[in-house]
Nanobody
Framework: QLQASGGGLVQAGDSLRLSCATS????????IGWFRQVSGKEREFVAA????????YSTDSVKGRFTISRDNAKNTVYLQMNSLKRDDTAAYYC??????????????????WGQGTQVTVSS
C-alpha cells in the first residue's frame, strides 16, 4: 500500500516536496511513478524512477523544475517540485510496478496506487 503526502496550497514560484511511502516489503524491487490528475481530465504522467534510483524520467513540462528521487532504506520516493506554476495544480498520485528495464509512462502499467495528495498553486 502506497501513501502519498506533502501536497498543499502554495503560490506560483514556490516549492513543495511530495513523498510516497510504504510499509510493505519489497519496495526496493519496484519502479515508482508519479502521475497527476485534474478533475475531468485523464491522469497524466509526471516522473518515474527505477527500483535502484539509477534511472529517472520526467515529462517535458516539468523537466528542470521537478526532481524524483528515492531512499530505499526509508521505503520512500520523493518528488521535489520547484518553480511551481498554476498549471501544476492537480491531485498527485504515486504508483508502483515491479522492476522493469524501461520506465513506464503509462498509468495502466502500474499495479499499486496511492490515494493522492492535492497540490494547488495560486498566482
Amino acid at each position: 500500500q502506497l501513501q502519498a503526502s506533502g501536497g498543499g496550497l502554495v503560490q506560483a514560484g514556490d516549492s513543495l516536496r511530495l513523498s510516497c511511502a510504504t510499509s510493505g516489503r519489497g519496495f526496493s524491487s519496484y519502479n515508482i511513478g508519479w502521475f497527476r490528475q485534474v478533475s475531468g481530465k485523464e491522469r497524466e504522467f509526471v516522473a518515474a524512477i527505477s527500483w535502484s534510483g539509477g534511472s529517472t524520467y520526467s515529462t517535458d513540462s516539468v523537466k528542470g523544475r521537478f526532481t524524483i528521487s528515492r531512499d530505499n532504506a526509508k521505503n520512500t520516493v520523493y518528488l521535489q517540485m520547484n518553480s511551481l506554476k498554476r498549471d501544476d495544480t492537480a491531485a498527485y498520485y504515486c504508483a508502483a510496478v515491479i522492476n522493469r528495464r524501461v520506465l513506464s509512462t503509462t498509468a495502466l502499467e502500474y499495479i499499486y496506487w496511492g490515494q493522492g495528495t492535492q497540490v494547488t498553486v495560486s498566482s
